[in-house]
């Protein structure tokens, strides 16, 4: 499992941004951690921002996801995402 916790900044890679394959999952969102409630940023990027293939689970709560060369987020072959249920100005 890949975790996100707050202020990354991945961008301006060749190819994607962040690549998650093969019946893994990625958690991106502070959640319990006691971390400040700041975005990840993935932008820049020549492909996607985000690519998940093959079984791959995503939960994506607290990103700016912006400026990829195809998409910004890339899903394939029985992908599931939790996107963010409400905007930045909603988060206490």
Do not use: W
């Amino acid at each position: 499992m890949g975790r996100f916790l707050g202020s990354n900044l991945i961008q301006s890679n060749t190819g994607n941004g962040v690549s998650v394959s093969d019946t893994s999952s990625m958690f991106q969102a502070k959640r319990d951690f006691g971390v400040p409630d700041v975005v990840d940023m993935i932008q820049n990027n020549t492909v996607a921002g985000i690519n998940a293939f093959n079984g791959v689970s995503l939960d994506v709560q607290r990103a700016l996801i912006k400026g990829n060369g195809s998409r910004g987020i890339s899903m394939s072959n029985n992908v599931s995402a939790v996107p963010e249920q409400h905007g930045p100005e909603q988060h206490g």
